[in-house]
């Protein structure tokens, strides 16, 4: 598939925005990871699919598909498999984009760090994984010590910590950020 950049993305939103319109439905979409990152925080970055939760996802879901077939996206270019990694606890803002039919929401930056930081996704071939993010994140939010990121965590994952090797990881990219 090829990646979004913020242009494409609005673009796709701004379409499902007027199908949704055209239904007479309001939808509530909010966005997680690269395209949060991109569309609420201006990381320059590309995303290849909108991890977001929707609703009501059964008048979304075929706008969905429906958006994908005119852009030539995958049927999927935006999924709910987020769900399973949110925490206990949220904190989400309004995106102030003026899309018709669509409110859109982000998670707030501490809340993404959070997530990010206990995903600790290490890049791969054809994988960026979650380094260059959470370095986009700890120079934003001025992290200075792993007390720092855990604090976050603690307030949206209060049961969580990183691994060993993640929290070591965690270590090395704010001393590359603070350089």
Avoid: H
């Avoid at 242009?7 to 309001?26: F, H, W």
């Avoid at 995303?47 to 996802?57: E, G, K, L, M």
Wanted: with cysteine.
């Amino acid at each position: 598939m090829k990646a979004f950049t913020r242009d494409k993305l609005i673009a796709a939103l701004r379409r499902l925005g007027e199908l949704a319109d055209e239904k007479s439905v309001q939808l509530n979409l909010c966005i997680y990871g690269g395209s949060a990152l991109m569309l609420a925080y201006d990381r320059k970055r590309v995303t290849r699919d909108v991890d977001a939760i929707f609703y009501p996802p059964s008048k979304i879901q075929p706008l969905i598909r429906k958006v994908a077939k005119e852009f030539e996206l995958p049927e999927d270019w935006i999924n709910d498999e987020v769900k399973q990694f949110l925490g206990t606890r949220e904190s989400i803002r309004e995106l102030p984009l003026e899309l018709s039919g669509i409110q859109i929401t982000v998670p707030t930056a501490g809340y993404l760090l959070a997530m990010k930081a206990l995903a600790c996704r290490r890049a791969l071939p054809g994988y960026k994984g979650d380094e260059e993010d959470l370095r986009f994140l700890i120079r934003k939010m001025e992290i200075r010590k792993f007390k720092e990121i855990q604090d976050w965590i603690d307030k949206y994952y209060p049961d969580d910590v990183p691994s060993l090797s993640d929290r070591s990881f965690l270590e090395q990219l704010i001393g590359e950020v603070n350089v």
